[in-house]
């Protein structure tokens, strides 16, 4: 069996390289196609499906209005209950987070809502004045960036002398 990382030659069912040290104990698995997928990929694949799914207001204001009552619990805590003076703090960690959450979700909703609205119609009939695009046309070629930073190494940089104090009479 050979290492992936390294290609050195190992023993059947060793699980280290024994020239880089990487793991190989796997490889025998995929090579066969018996590697199952792991838990954490799953777990991916739902936090892409999250991603996905398009920003709504009333999540965002949900989590909004969980947020204000998680800070009015703090307060209450902090200010009636006497042991809540030296914990209450620890309420405002969810608090910020949902409130964090929150609006992000409810700017990510705007954001979204704006790019996706459809821009008002004039009239159909203006949409037909516009010209036909020719395809059969040749465009000019598109300028290269390195043309133009080459042609500067083609001209040869005049040369300064610079006269040494040496050569000069002293006065």
Known sequence: MFCPKCAAQNIEGASFCRACGANISLVPQALTGQLTPRND??????????????PSF????????????????????????????????WLLIPAFSMLGRGISEIVRAREYRARNEMPPQIGSSSMNQLPSQQTGELRAPVPSVTEGTTRHLEAEAPTQHFDSYQNKNPS
């Open 41 to 54: 990929q799953r777990s991916d694949r739902s936090m892409q499906r999250l991603r996905r799914r398009q």
């Open 58 to 89: 009333e999540r965002g204001i949900a989590q909004f209005i969980s947020a204000l009552g998680f800070l009015a619990v703090a307060l209450c805590v902090a200010v009636y209950a006497p042991a809540g003076r030296i914990w209450w703090f």
